[in-house]
Structures are given as structure tokens and as C-alpha cells.
């Protein structure tokens, strides 16, 4: 009589992985909704373009040092608001640049719409096949120190269709993210929303900024 | 060269140097991808890319 038992285990399963998805989406709308009143909020006092380095330095020393320790207890969720309020911030100055440039704001809407249509596509594809991708994530981790190299390289050649190559990569690989650990959270690879959230924030987050970098060299051809 | 430009430089590699052990247990660690994975994988990020393009040539 080994079934029901079996049947019983099953779907406490789907019922923690479903759990788990609804957690994480609610976790990331609340700190999407908090970063863009933190990028609305450094718009306003006008920070300078430091402000964008000093605020992503201090996100990842947050998801680095301190997520680790507090992502399965109540304070993670503070931390997690802490790391996405500093990157929200740390657009402020971006923006800014942005909308001085002629047509700026139609390029940020875009990078807007496009990020929100690839999270929502490749999401929603991950989610319905319930397929596993974590046969990805040794490539994509090569990718992600390939780009980490190559922009620590441009920041001393500065050569533009470099910087252009690697938004695109960026993107790519960020999408590539997001099937790997959507993928994870369906087939009980992460079981932690708060490590999950921080997760697909980062992927979003870096699509939107490497689209506007894309989108804004597009526009000034 | 700038304190932005160091600072930026000293981030980057900061951040390679603390992703490389975990990068190095990832590869270990990641199951080999069984017929038609990569397919699955490929077909929506082509579409990603199909996407970027299109909205390159609408910002133009």
C-alpha cells in the first residue's frame, strides 16, 4: 500500500512548488515596485553618477555577505528590499542621462517593455513545460565570467562596439538565467523564495539596463 | 584615468575573482543535457534575440 503514501508525497510537492512560485512572484513585483520608486526617488534629488557604483557596490556586498547569512529567516526579506532599493537608486543617474537625450524616454519605455516581455515570456515558458535547465548553468556561468573579463577590459580600451557586443551578450545570457533558475525553482532546485527573488531580480535588472544601452546606441546611429 | 574607471576596474575584478570558485562547482556539478535540451533552450532565446533586433530598428 505504498501509493497513497507515494500520491500524498507527490502532491505536498506540487503543493510547496506552487507555494514557492506564488512566494517568489510576490516577493519580485513588490521589490520591482520599490526599486522603480528608488530610481523615482534619485531621479528627484538629482545623485551624481557615483551614486551608480557606490549603490551597485553595495547591493552585491549585501548579496555576497550578508543574503547568504539571513535568506532562510524573516530578515532576508529586509535584505532583499536593501539590495533592490540600492539598485533601484543606483539607475537614478542613468535615467537622468537618458532623458536629456532626444527621444530618451521613448528609449527607456522600450527597454521597459522589452525587459517585461522577455521576464514574461521566458518565465512563462519555463513555468509551462516544467522543464529542467540546469544542464545551462555550467555555460552560462563561463559566459557570465567571459563578460565579466571582456567589460573589465573595456573599461580600459573603452571601444564601443565592445560595449554594444557585451549588452548583447548580457541580455542573452541574463534570458538564459532566467530559464535556468525558473527552471530550478519548478523542479525543486531552490526551494528558498528569497535566494529565487534575488535571482530573477538580477536577471531583470541587467536585461533592462544592457536594453537601454542597446536600445540608446540604436537611436543615436 | 579616473577614480570611476579604478574603482569600476577593481569592482569587476573583484566580482570574477568571487565567482570563480562557484562557477568552477557549477561545471562540475552540471548534468549533461539529454537529447533535444539544448533545442528547448535555444528556440526562446533566439526569439529574445529576434526581439532585440526589433525593437533596434524601431528605436533608429
Known amino acids: 500500500m505504498a501509493t497513497p503514501y507515494v500520491l500524498s508525497r507527490s502532491g505536498q510537492s506540487v503543493l510547496a512548488t506552487n507555494k514557492l512560485i506564488r512566494n517568489t512572484y510576490t516577493l519580485l513585483s513588490m521589490t520591482l515596485l520599490f526599486s522603480a520608486l528608488m530610481a523615482g526617488l534619485s531621479m528627484a534629488v538629482r545623485v551624481g553618477p557615483g551614486a551608480y557604483l557606490a549603490c551597485t557596490i553595495g547591493a552585491f556586498a549585501l548579496i555576497w555577505l550578508v543574503l547568504p547569512r539571513t535568506a532562510n529567516s524573516a530578515s532576508g526579506i529586509g535584505v532583499v528590499f536593501a539590495i533592490t532599493g540600492l539598485l533601484g537608486f543606483s539607475l537614478g543617474p542613468i535615467l537622468t542621462m537618458f532623458l536629456k537625450m532626444p527621444g530618451g524616454a521613448q528609449t527607456i519605455m522600450m527597454a521597459l517593455g522589452g525587459t517585461g516581455v522577455i521576464f514574461l515570456g521566458l518565465s512563462g515558458y519555463a513555468l509551462t513545460t516544467k522543464r529542467d535547465f540546469s544542464f545551462m548553468g555550467g555555460f552560462l556561468f563561463v559566459g557570465m565570467l567571459v563578460v565579466l573579463g571582456a567589460s573589465l577590459l573595456n573599461i580600459f580600451f573603452a571601444m564601443p562596439a565592445a560595449s554594444l557586443a557585451i549588452s548583447a551578450a548580457v541580455v542573452m545570457l541574463m534570458s538564459g538565467f532566467i530559464l535556468f533558475d525558473t527552471g530550478r525553482i519548478v523542479n525543486g532546485g531552490e526551494t528558498n523564495y528569497v535566494l529565487a527573488t534575488v535571482s530573477l531580480y538580477m536577471s531583470i535588472f541587467n536585461i533592462f539596463i544592457s536594453l537601454l544601452n542597446l536600445l540608446g546606441a540604436a537611436r543615436d546611429e | ?60
Not at chain 2, 577593481?10 to 568571487?18: A, D, T
Not at chain 2, 556539478?29 to 539529454?34: D, R
Not at chain 2, 532585440?52 to 533608429?60: D, G, P, T, Y
Open chain 2, 1 to 60: 584615468m579616473d577614480w570611476m574607471k579604478i574603482s569600476s576596474a577593481i569592482f569587476l575584478g573583484m566580482m570574477i575573482v568571487l565567482l570563480l570558485p562557484r562557477a568552477k562547482a557549477i561545471m562540475s556539478n552540471t548534468p549533461e543535457a539529454k537529447p533535444g535540451d539544448w533545442n528547448s533552450a535555444i528556440l526562446p532565446l533566439l526569439a529574445v534575440a529576434g526581439l532585440i533586433a526589433l525593437l533596434m530598428a524601431f528605436a533608429r
